[in-house]
């Protein structure tokens, strides 16, 4: 490993912060390190990464039952246990995902995970570059653009400072009708003063995280028709009683929504 790769790892990310919260096992002493003063100042955090989770789960089996067979997983993270391609390709086998994340650790571990699988891949890359994306071999030979896509961006736009909605914008173009936007955001209105604390405190000590308002999230499904029932705090969308976490509603932490290209 070069010295540039090495001084990376000994940062905080936040896909290994992540994993450790989701009880994965492809976390640094840097990542354990700030994991664990987030959990010290907001027991309840981890709590909201499994609800954003359960909403991705949800949100997958709603779109396999609309007929998508196809997925862009934008800022997937480390695959642990329930990724959209274990959830798309058992309710239908013939289901393609290309995962796409900017961290190395998270990128070489899904290569592994997705070993033998064919009609899975995984690409280091930027979701501020999405001609890099969509011209990647790896894209082209998984994905068919003429067909709709399922585009998920699950916990990944408050990472990227830049206006998410020109962030957003290139993904709805490249994909044709029919396709849908899934978008899970942290937020600061309505939480509590710990959370809010905790976000604070990964914004100073360790990676630009960038909690956004329900408007300003909204406003990034612009040229989709919402999938009911719209824009919600994660436990809200479409809950199924076998998957409920029983969430505190004060402190769900992410709005949530679907929406689909007319
Ligand atoms: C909170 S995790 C969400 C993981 C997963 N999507 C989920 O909802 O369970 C955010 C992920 O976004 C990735 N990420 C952050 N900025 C990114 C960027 N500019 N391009 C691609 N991935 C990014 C991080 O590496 C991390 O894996």
Not at 36 to 58: D, G, H, T, W, Y
Not at 116 to 141: H, V, Y
Request: one cysteine or more.
């Amino acid at each position: 490993m070069g010295p540039l790769a090495s001084k990376a790892l000994n940062r905080p990310s936040a896909a290994r912060v992540y994993d450790y919260f989701l009880g994965g096992n492809h976390h640094f002493q840097s990542d354990r390190e700030i994991a664990e003063e987030i959990r010290r100042i907001a027991p309840a955090l981890p709590e909201m990464m499994r609800a954003n989770r359960a909403f991705v789960r949800r949100a997958i089996r709603f779109l396999h039952s609309v007929g998508i067979r196809q997925f862009l997983d934008l800022g997937s993270g480390i695959l642990t246990v329930g990724n959209v391609h274990e959830i798309a390709q058992r309710a239908a086998p013939e289901s393609r995902v290309v995962y796409v994340d900017i961290d190395p650790v998270a990128v070489a571990h899904s290569h592994g995970v997705l070993a033998g699988n064919s009609r899975a891949t995984a690409l280091q890359a930027d979701i501020r570059e999405p001609e890099k994306i969509f011209s990647s071999p790896q894209l082209q030979r998984v994905l068919d653009l003429s067909q709709p896509v399922a585009v998920l961006m699950a916990g990944v736009l408050p990472f990227v400072p830049e206006n998410p909605v020109e962030v957003v914008r290139p993904y709805r173009e490249a994909t044709v009708s029919g396709s849908y936007l899934l978008i899970s955001h942290v937020t600061y209105e309505d939480q509590p003063p710990e959370i809010l604390e905790a976000l604070r405190y990964v914004h100073r000590n360790a990676m630009q995280l960038i909690p956004r308002s329900w408007a300003e999230i909204a406003v990034c499904f612009t040229g989709y028709t919402m999938v009911e029932p719209g824009l919600v705090p994660t436990p809200l969308w479409r809950p199924e009683p076998a998957y409920s976490n029983g969430l505190h509603q004060r402190a769900f932490g992410h709005y949530a929504g679907v929406g689909f290209k007319p």
